[in-house]
């Protein structure tokens, strides 16, 4: 896997902070294989749930 940097991104974060971000993602996921990339992407998303569920008042919650 390649262990490309995440890259530094500003607090309000602008159209060239997803810009660095989806190069990011193209840089460590291009060599990756179907079942690898499946893999890093399913993990991602239950990182992102995870956090969205730790931030939501709890009347949203699902």
């Not at 179907?34 to 239950?46: G, P, Q």
């Amino acid at each position: 896997m390649n262990n490309t940097p995440f890259p530094n991104i500003s607090n309000n974060v602008t159209v060239e902070d997803i810009h660095k971000i989806r190069r990011w993602n193209y840089e460590r996921r291009k060599e990756m294989s179907s079942d690898e990339l499946k893999s890093d992407i399913r993990h991602d998303a239950n990182e992102f749930r995870r956090l969205m569920k730790s931030v939501m008042i709890p009347e949203q919650k699902v």
